[in-house]
């Protein structure tokens, strides 16, 4: 699509690490971290990446400072270094490549940087946590699917509560990002209290915790007996529509969303 | 999660085959790829995995024998044969993964068939066509965003419109699966006319064809400015929310829904 022409000093790759597990990091990223000198990420994405990211200069930046992060990347990129700012799963899914492109649109701060708009960037997609667990778990997002992120440090609680109302009215399979934090602890019981009114008590939830990491974790149940305690910061969580089916083979549990075959069957 | 034990005889994949470059193949996938003496799959998209299937037996079945397909891959591995099921994208995701836990789950078809109970499945996602368009024009699915499916022939149309005015009024970023086909062009201009009561006229609009192809076409458009005419089977349709923005760099445009960190800018 884009050319990359004489123009472009530098590339600086937005780059997904993907759930944890090294298999599911396909070969552009791979090709991508070979190419970069430079890496801006949360510590914890750069050590799951191990040998991958051995003999890098790396840029680890805490929970918190994502602008910092955004900005350090581009400033990297624009001083003629090979750069990659990494998410863990899809950068592109409530991760720091919007951040990237934010930057670029403010004036304030792309005046300061003319440079910045010598940079070349390319936008990595890796697998994200909704997919790692939909696929632990059988064929859950198999029909329409919406994300929703409960956190409301950043979005206020009433576009949040507009949107589990649209979610539940519409009957979307829902997976919730940052479901809960160490200071955010109603917003889920709320969820849940919400989709209660559109949805059976008896629609399957699944629980995604460290997902594709040795130690994962996935737990089944309900949406009336969904139980916040059973949740962190680390886990995915997520809801069937009104037709996802739990069903029990000799080798566990699966949920399903039909596509509406059955009709044919 | 769970154990390969004694009780499995064989392993059946249902394997995501990505957006079509293999470099989005992730190393997992290259495995059970070596894994499978058998493939079912339609036959374009063996066809994309080249060299990766080399001297497979292939059972390629036309689009429409979709139940067929699911039932023959399910006959294969019950009959002692490691065999993959493949989709392109994602297997999760308006794909065929769900099929097979649905016959599973159908006793009609599994009591037919008692060695399906012990097949081992083994679920393998893949990047969908929405992070690769995602990831191809900048950030757009960075915050609360939905998939809608626009075929009536599985679903039946009034609750694809609810599905559209739910997601309308909740303002998610919302990606159109199979928008038109040969025989279906009226519901994406019906979607299209849905979604401008609920947000501007120059809602950003990416249309993305043949993703990460040698063909791959982006299109960059506005919600009024939409042209049906413009997509086919094989084009993905990617709508805004009411903050979505497009910007403009030397290296192309880009679209980036923002999460909200402009506050603290």
Known sequence: MFSTGDLFVTTL???SSGPGDLAYLPPLARH??????????????LDLLGELVANKQRHELPLGEEIERARLALNLAADGKNTALISS?????????????????????SSNNPKWQEVHIEVIAGISAIQALASRSGAPIA???CTISLSDLLTPWEVIEKRLHAAGA????????NPVSRKRQWQLEKAKQ??????P???????????????????????????????????????????????ETPQGQWVYTPRGYGQKL
């Not at 720091?96 to 304030?108: N, Q, R």
């Not at 699944?206 to 916040?228: A, Y």
Request: hydrophobic residues 45%; charged residues 20%.
């Open 13 to 15: 790759y937005l780059l």
């Open 32 to 45: 991508a971290l070979a190419q970069s000198d430079h890496l801006v990420a949360y510590g914890l994405y």
């Open 89 to 109: 799963g899809d950068i592109g899914i409530y991760a720091m490549a919007t951040l990237v492109f934010e930057l670029l649109d403010k004036p304030e701060e």
């Open 143 to 145: 029909h329409d699917f």
């Open 170 to 177: 519409g009957d979307f399979v829902i997976a919730f990002y």
């Open 194 to 199: 919400i989709l209660l009114n559109y949805r």
């Open 201 to 247: 008590e008896n629609t399957p939830v699944i629980l995604g915790k460290n997902l594709t990491r040795t130690d994962e974790i996935i737990t089944h149940t309900s949406l009336s007996n969904l139980d916040i305690k059973q949740v962190d910061m680390l886990t995915l969580v997520m809801v069937g529509n009104s037709e996802s089916t739990r069903i």
